[in-house]
């Protein structure tokens, strides 16, 4: 099932050079865009993924896939077979990950290997009840220990320590904090973003490892009107913080605002320095990600945007930032699902690798089954700082004119937007491809309807896809009788 789904999921899919096709990476269909993920990359390319639901139960699955969508580890459960749900992932000594998740109300973790083996079965970590923000989001220090953020059941944020296999070992309640808690563990620095109580806007706190606050809570949005719910965080090599925090300001389009917080003063550096603002009021900017580069000197920024004509989210939109907020790479679409419809796209997740490249994963809806699945592109770090026009990070060009759709005999395919082309394949609706065209004329080709030893295919639906230079784009066509 998996190999035909790569292919559908290339169906009205364009993406910018640098950018993966986007495969099929978790093997189960769901009926709705609710599928709550994470991911983790460890050794350069094996993709750790945890999701809900599995199998469309409340269960948590987990899988380890290479960035083409070859599994190392096939689609499984790592929760015990009881209703959870709100997954998420850390590395755990980059050898290994650390997977949470919630039974309703305690805290379960599990640890797996580089290739997915079990290290730790599924071992409760804590009982206590939550009251607003279910997710647990984590980090891990030098000495593989995992410091978590949590909501607990007045409303504060909880800030543990957590050494595998032993137990907690630190706790700590935030003053006056509440919900949508992050933290990123920097050297000695615990950086945490959370809610203010009772404002409900982003504030930042900072703890050393011993559990000492080494820098007092920082108010960092000051205004009404703002959601900063939907949040990233990361850091610099001088060990300065930064929050990349979707806005929603009072009788403003909507915005992508960064803040940026000294490491060792907590003086605000970046003051909601707005970095993106939606092209109309009513455009949703969803699940903002910021991604540190390989030398942490500079940061890519990923968000999903909707299609100022239409409803669902459409885009999977990216940049690159110096230090300073300035753009490497001006905003542009890495990913464009506007060409089908019924199409759309939601909760993204994004990492990046040691060497700066960046791996994300996204629920699609696939149109032919009426169901989502995750799937997953990755983004190659040379494209970064190639000085050649030519090379530079644009979206492509390339298109497909059809000389009728449907057709009956013969159909011809017009490539335009590259100087050569590779490949030029047809495909049947379930993956395979039944024939390779040679040019004709320039970039013109022919199709008879046949598959390559000449025998005539059968009347349905079939995709034609160009590939060149990297660059890809496909065409759906319907063959009548």
Known sequence: MIEGLILTCLLGVTHAQGWSDPVVSINIPAFNNTQRKDLVVTDGDHVHQIWYPYQNDPRIGYNVVLPDGTELLPDTMISRDVSSGYPSMSDASGTAVIGFWRESTPIWYSTRDHDGNMLLPPTMYTSEPWLMWPTVDSDVDSLNRVHMVWNIADGSVCYTVLEPGIGEIFRDTIPNSMQACLIDVDGPRVHIK???????????????????????????????????????????????????????????PRRLSLYKVNGSTGEVMIDGLMIYQAPQGNVSLLDPHILPTAANSSFYLMWVEDDTELVDPRYIKTAVIDTNGSFIEEPYIAYDYTDEDPQQIAKLSATTNEDGDVFAHWSAYFPEEEVFYIVLGWFDHNWLGIEDEAASITPPQISLALSSNPFRDFLTIEVTGVSWLTELSVYDITGRMVRELGPGEGSTFLWDGRDDDGNELPVGTYVIRAESQGITAAAKVVKLD
């Open 194 to 252: 959370f809610n203010g109580s009772p404002d409900q806007l982003a504030d930042y706190i900072q703890y050393d490892l011993d559990g000492n606050v080494a820098i007092p809570t920082v108010s960092l949005v000051e205004y009404s009107g703002n959601n900063s719910n939907f949040c990233s965080m990361s850091h610099d090599s001088d060990g300065n913080e930064y929050i990349f925090v979707f806005e929603s300001r009072q009788s403003e």
